[in-house]
């Protein structure tokens, strides 16, 4: 059984910063990509950003490009999520998610096989 468990979320304010964490436990396996994901109050999960494993290559959506940074310890089997210049609308449970197959896309939903809990960010203003 493979376990993702996100750490970090919380109460931020308006152009404040907030780091997120996601450890992999259990059941070792070998990840193509690991993504984050955010879900507002009435909204569909959308895709936040993304990293492959092996390259370390990142990806982005367009609303959160230039203010957050995902990161990658090998060792530790996490993920990071760095969070700057936080803005109302970043308020969203955030869910971690991990893929064991690669795919040329990194932004779908469907194509993860392993997700978090989620974890509350809420940015005041």
């Known amino acids: 059984q493979v376990q993702l468990v996100e750490s970090g979320g919380g109460l931020g304010q308006a152009g404040g910063s907030l780091r997120l964490s996601c450890a992999s436990s259990g059941r070792r396996f070998s990840s193509s990509a690991r993504a984050w994901f955010r879900q507002a109050p009435g909204k569909e999960r959308e895709f936040v950003a993304a990293i492959r494993w092996t390259s370390g290559m990142t990806y982005y959506s367009d609303s959160v490009a230039g203010r957050f940074a995902i990161s990658k310890d090998n060792a530790k089997n996490t993920v990071y999520l760095q969070m700057n210049s936080l803005k109302p609308e970043d308020t969203a449970v955030y869910y971690c998610?991990?893929?064991?197959?690669?795919?040329?896309?990194?932004?779908?939903?469907?194509?993860?096989?392993?997700w978090g809990q989620g974890t509350q960010v809420t940015v005041s203003s």
């Open positions: 998610a991990a893929r064991t197959r690669a795919y040329l896309s990194v932004r779908r939903a469907d194509e993860y096989d392993y």
